[in-house]
């Protein structure tokens, strides 16, 4: 076939047919994004319907899950937990004697130094012992040895500290043979 169109309505013909084309492609991606914005909005809605149905779901069964004997439950476990905590703080502030007694027993005395009575009485503040130790040294030197053993000792091994050692100042007139007795208290952190 020939075409015998002068050049200007060839163009023409040309540039009409592209304009087609375009359009024909312009409204096939409009028609595309008005499609996809109305599947969009319909995912949108059925998701806001499901939140909706699910949220309606919870309440129920929250409503179903509060019931009295559930509630009276829960509150004697708060009563108990209470009771708990209680003793075990005052637990925590005890101090055994025995633990006084395996520091005694262990401490370093001189060879000349014997105890021969001990006292351990509690206080009215609670935490505080009262230990009183009575005893004999053959000579000054070993009771002052033992003075600066105890003196130096600073806390029990379970943690408990040492505090106003009292050595009484009449202990110090003998030279030899003193029957002494000693104070100190113990206190738990």
């Not at 939140?51 to 129920?60: F, I, K, R």
């Not at 009575?117 to 935490?127: S, V």
């Amino acid at each position: 076939m020939i075409n015998l169109l002068p050049e200007k309505e060839k163009e023409q013909l040309l540039r009409e047919k592209n304009i087609k084309l375009v359009l024909v492609l312009g409204n096939i991606v409009v028609i595309s994004l008005v499609y996809l914005i109305l599947v969009l909005f319909a995912l949108k809605f059925y998701i806001l319907e499901s939140l909706v149905s699910q949220d309606a779901v919870s309440n129920s069964a929250d409503q179903q899950s509060i019931n009295p004997e559930l509630v009276s439950l829960k509150e004697e476990i708060k009563t108990d937990n209470g009771y708990l905590i209680k003793a075990n703080n005052f637990y925590n502030k005890q101090i055994y004697f025995s633990d006084i007694l395996r520091f005694i027993s262990t401490m370093e005395r001189p060879a000349g130094l014997s105890l021969i009575d001990m006292t351990i009485q509690t206080t009215k503040e609670a935490g505080r012992v009262k230990v009183t130790l009575d005893g004999l040294s053959d000579t000054r030197e070993n009771l002052q040895t033992f003075k600066n053993t105890l003196e130096g000792e600073k806390a029990l091994p379970s943690g408990a500290k040492i505090q106003n050692v009292y050595f009484p100042p009449d202990i110090w007139i003998k030279a030899k043979n003193i029957n002494f007795y000693i104070t100190f208290e113990v206190l738990n952190q």
